[in-house]
Each structure stands twice: as C-alpha cells, then as structure tokens.
C-alpha cells in the first residue's frame, strides 16, 4: 500500500540517498549533497520541500518544490521551483509521478504561488498545465572570436578570487546581485552555495584588485551561468580574461530578454546565437507576473500606449493598460460579466501569448500558425525568466 506525504527532518538522508540512486542509474554518478548543496548540503532544512511516495516505509516516488521568492522590477513573486523528480526503477509505471504532481500543484494553487516552473520533456509536463515559455538568449563566444575581436584588448588587470566562504569580496557580489532586475530569491547566507548548483564555481571579479563584479561557471569554465558587473562595458575584458584562466574552447551564456547591455556586447562578437524559451511554467497567478514583467520590459523598453484584456479560462480576467508610462494591471473574476475581453484562452494557450518567443506566431485555440485572431498590442512577449541558479 502506497502512502503520499511531505518530507520531514527525520528524512534528510533518505531523501538524499534516494535521489543519488535513482539519477545514477539513468545516467552518469550522482552526489546531490554537491551538485545542489543549497537543498542537500549539510545542516540543509529542506526536506519538507520534498513530495513523497513510500511502499512499506521505503521511498520509491520523490519531486522537490523549492519556494523561491522573487522581486521583478519592485513586484514581489512567489515561485515553485520543481526539481528532484525521480521514480525508483521498479516503481514505474504505477502512476506515482502523476498523483505526487497533482499533490504538489494543488498545494501551490492554495499556497500564494504566483508560477511553477520546471524543465524537462516538453509534453511530459504538459498533462500538468506547463508551457515552454520565458525567453532566453544563447551566445557561444569562440577562442577565434576572441583572438580576432579582442587581440587589442588588455585584459591582464582582471583576475578572479573564489568566493569560499565569508568575506568582503562575497559582500560586494550580494550587493551588486540586489541591484538587479530579479534579486531577492537568495540571502547572503546561501548566496554562494546557490552560485555553486549544479557543480558550478563561483568566483569575485577583480580589476587590478578592485572588486568590479562576479559570476558563476561550470567547473571546466565552458558555461557562465551567471555574471553582473559594476561596468557591463567590462564584460569583453572579463571574457577574455576567463578565456585565459579557465581555457575552454569557448565561452556559453544563456542571459534573459532584458540584459541588453551585455546581450549588445555579446551579439556583436559571438559567431553563434539564437533564442529561445527560458523553462516550462504554469501559471497560478497571471495578473501579478503579467504585471512585474510589463514592468521589466519597461524598463529598457518604452510600451506604447493601448489597452488589453485576456481571459484565461476557469482562472481569471486581466485587464492591462499602457498610457503616458503608466501600467495598470487589474485582476477579475473569469467569469465576470461587465468584463469583455479581447480574448479568450486555456491557460496553456494564455501562457505562449504572453510569454513564449512565439508569441507573435501563435492562432487562438490551435497552436501556433501563421495569423492571429485579435490585434495584439506591441508588448508581447513579455521577458519572463527564472534564473537557472535558482531552481533546483
């Protein structure tokens, strides 16, 4: 007899054991206390976070939803970061994932949750109402590209320190990281184990000694995962620089809509390119994440003016408007009647039009095509985006 639960302190080594295993039998060694040691790292209360399955005392089904909280251009956001989602392999086919999902959904629909967000197989998340969406922008920048775009430049001023433990130089990074566009989601006490998932090194970026920046790569220093800079106009120093000391072939960065500035930088010297969507989402909240990404995109973009209304089915109405800078966004009842929207929507549906890169290819209830039924304003897509260090 299966039982379903929440995880508790008496779990933790369990939970962590259960996940090596299962990840390392579908592909290479597995050791979550270091991969993620924001979730698994010693002394981590985080196993109620975790959905599980047991059979006579014994976890055979398990999926973690970290809360994360973000503030996007000053609106705040609560996130499920799903993760960890693993099946013992005499345990499949029984149906566990699907009632742990709806387990964790439920509790997200009645917890605040703004959005879920996951990544994995396209279609296996979409029976749970996920939709690819976010829009990111890849850039793989070669040594060629360096030799020839950057032989004049003299990078020997930077270096980079390891950001291991308590110090001024791990300070400066939080403080610059709350500068940014999306902050909040860490404190200083896990900042640099976050900097650390997934097996990346976090390090200070220094110029002739003088904290300018840090970031966060793969340990073979072929992937930034993240990178902020007092000056973005440092970013073609620092490249070069990490080139030098990490000595990859090349250089990949996966950077949000809204990071034009480096996203310039990069466009200009990199010989491959090209966007696409950000991670799976489902949204329980459209009215706050329409509203903080609007914001976002104002930002480095000015939304003419024009209004909007969309109603997502069996969720809510959401009406959007745009005059002289100002944006309002109102929520309603789905079912409002002295609300008439422009469009009508599955929340799948609501969710590409609003966020997904094709956004502007999409055709009212079938998908993507070549037209669209309404006149759509100039704001979409939005810039949703979760940071990858984030999630779990």
Not at 17 to 28: G, L, R, T, W
Not at 318 to 338: A, C, L, Y
Request: include cysteine; hydrophobic fraction near 35%.
């Amino acid at each position: 007899m299966e039982k379903y639960r929440k995880g508790t302190l008496e779990d933790a080594q369990d939970i962590v054991d259960f996940a090596d295993y299962v990840f390392s039998q579908s592909s290479e060694p597995h050791d979550f206390a270091r991969l993620v040691p924001k979730l698994y790292g010693e002394g981590r209360k985080t196993q109620q976070y975790h959905y599980l399955v047991e059979e006579e005392g014994k976890i055979r089904a398990m999926l973690c939803v970290l809360p994360v909280r973000f503030s996007v251009a000053g609106v705040e956001l609560k996130a499920g970061c799903v993760g960890t989602v693993a099946v013992h392999p005499r345990a499949r086919g029984k149906g566990y994932m699907q009632k742990l999902m709806a387990y964790a959904l439920e509790d997200m629909k009645t917890g605040g949750y703004d959005y879920s967000v996951l990544g994995g197989q396209r279609q296996r998340y979409e029976y749970f109402g996920y939709e690819p969406a976010g829009i990111k922008l890849d850039f793989t920048l070669t040594a060629d590209n360096v030799r020839h775009k950057y032989r004049h430049l003299d990078a020997t001023g930077i270096s980079f320190e390891e950001l291991s433990g308590p110090s001024l130089l791990l300070d400066e990074s939080f403080a610059l990281y709350q500068k940014g566009m999306i902050s909040r989601a860490r404190d200083k006490e896990s900042f640099a184990d976050i900097l650390r998932t997934w097996n990346a090194v976090p390090y200070a970026v220094l110029q002739n000694g003088k904290f300018v920046g840090y970031l966060s790569v793969s340990r073979g220093g072929g992937m930034v995962f993240e990178i902020e800079l007092t000056d973005k106009a440092l970013l073609p120093l620092v490249c070069k620089s990490l080139m030098e000391f990490k000595k990859p072939n090349e250089l990949r960065f996966s950077l949000p809509a809204f990071d034009r500035d480096k996203i310039a930088l990069l466009g200009g010297v990199c010989d491959m390119y090209g966007m696409g969507f950000n991670l799976s989402y489902n949204i329980v909240n459209y009215a706050s994440v329409i509203e903080a990404f609007m914001k976002c995109k104002a930002v480095g973009t000015k939304l003419p003016d024009g209004a909007f209304t969309l109603r997502i089915e069996d969720r809510e109405t959401v009406e959007m408007v745009v005059h002289n800078g100002q944006i309002t966004v109102n929520r309603h009842e789905s079912d409002d009647p002295r609300i008439k929207p422009d469009a009508v929507l599955t929340a799948r549906d609501a969710t590409a039009l609003l966020f997904s890169p094709l956004s502007g290819y999409m055709k009212s209830k079938t998908g993507y095509g070549e037209s669209s039924e309404y006149k759509l304003p100039a704001w979409f897509p939005l810039p949703l985006y979760s940071p990858l260090q984030d999630g779990c």
